[in-house]
């Protein structure tokens, strides 16, 4: 008898964890007028739903409208991207006097962690409280998509007050040293997501200096000044108003500035779409941000029947710099066994 229960306790709890594991879900978190939804796949954020000035609720977060229908999605809509996010030039890299080579889904480069990255994965539910905050983790083992190691991943969305959302994101390597960065990669229409394009929001960006890319997008290693040039957002402007001096709209690595207090969070970005009054503002600890227009959208058919057309949303990745991998100069992303990776992010968000 007691074998035959504990067998059956032991296939109920396998079942159990495997439905866990494997189970895709929505999870909300909600305060107030403040919601938001995210699902275990990709930890993707899939809305933030938010009050204009006269209280009229929008969602301000491109996206689709079924979980499935982030499968096999080329945009990232609201994904954590990693292993290593952003581009790895010629999808390889050295690290202790080996090679690695990653897998090349972007030309013969590597992109957000290769074709399967940690936005394609499901991640276990290991915490969810709909008034507080939900946390996502994921076990990347050793050679996936060419990385080194296993890595132990989690990401948490939190609400703090009634219109803050953090999310903080840990990542401990097991038994390798590997490069690790993380980025959140929510596309943001602050008008709402089927208001049409982007050009007229205001833009505040808090770095004096870019990574400029040679044609595949790749870091050249130089870190130049904004100054004088159509990156220069350190006074606020219109998204638009320099479309016109540049090829393709932004996709670009900020240099963030210093906090004055080494604890302190970097002030990234001050976002306002004046017709609806919403404003939003971002903070992180990660030394980069990478601003990009959605330069690659292309009549993307998105949420409620809604098809995203080139510069339909913002993203404001927080991040290191693309490619350190290959630029001994740029802030190394290589974390150890023992150490631990820490991205933090805070988003306030008002209307006037
Ligand atoms: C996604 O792509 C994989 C392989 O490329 C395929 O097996 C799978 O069916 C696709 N999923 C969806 C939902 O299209
Ligand atoms: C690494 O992960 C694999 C499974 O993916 C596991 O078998 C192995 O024990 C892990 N090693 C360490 C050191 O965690
Ligand atoms: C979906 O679109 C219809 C018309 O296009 C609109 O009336 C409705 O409010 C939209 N629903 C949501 C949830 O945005």
């Not at 229409?189 to 505040?204: A, C, E, Y």
Request: aromatic share 12%; charged share 20%.
């Amino acid at each position: 008898m007691a074998n035959i229960f504990s067998f059956c306790v032991f296939i109920v709890l396998s079942s159990l964890c495997f439905s866990k594991a494997q189970h895709v879900k929505v999870y909300e978190l909600k305060r107030g007028y403040f919601s938001a939804k995210f699902t275990n796949y990709g930890a993707t954020m899939l809305s933030v739903i938010l009050p204009d000035k006269t209280g009229k609720l929008d969602d301000v977060v491109l996206g689709y409208d079924l979980v499935n229908d982030y499968k096999n999605d080329t945009t990232y809509f609201g994904a954590i991207v990693g292993r290593v996010a952003n581009r790895i030039g010629g999808a390889k890299f050295i690290l202790n006097g080996v090679t690695y080579k990653t897998d090349a889904n972007d030309g013969k480069n590597t992109l957000h962690g290769g074709s399967k990255g940690f936005s394609d994965v499901i991640w276990t539910v290991k915490s969810y409280k709909k008034h507080s905050h939900v946390t996502f983790s994921y076990e990347s083992f050793d050679g996936e998509e060419g990385f080194p190691g296993n890595l132990s991943v989690s990401v948490t969305y939190m609400l703090l007050h009634k219109n803050k959302l953090a999310v903080k994101m840990m990542a401990k390597p097991l038994n390798k040293p590997t490069p690790v960065n993380l980025a959140l990669h929510t596309y943001w229409n602050l008008g709402g997501h089927n208001s049409g394009d982007i050009m007229s929001h205001t833009l505040k960006l808090f770095g004096s200096k870019i990574t400029p890319v040679d044609s595949e997008l790749i870091p050249t290693g130089e870190i130049v000044p904004v100054r004088k040039t159509p990156y220069d957002f350190r006074r606020p402007r219109e998204i638009g108003s320099k479309f016109d001096q540049l090829p393709h709209g932004y996709d670009i690595n900020y240099v963030l500035h210093k906090s004055r207090r080494s604890r302190h969070l970097r002030k990234v970005a001050v976002v306002v779409e004046s017709k609806c009054g919403r404003k939003m503002e971002l903070w992180t600890n990660m030394p980069g941000v990478q601003f990009y227009t959605s330069n690659m959208l292309k009549n993307e058919k998105g949420k409620n029947g809604t098809v995203y057309g080139k510069h339909a949303g913002f993203c404001l990745e927080t991040q290191g710099f693309p490619d350190a991998v290959n630029h001994p100069n740029f802030p190394s992303q290589i974390v150890k066994p023992r150490g631990i990776y820490k991205h933090f992010m805070v988003y306030r968000f008002t209307a006037h």
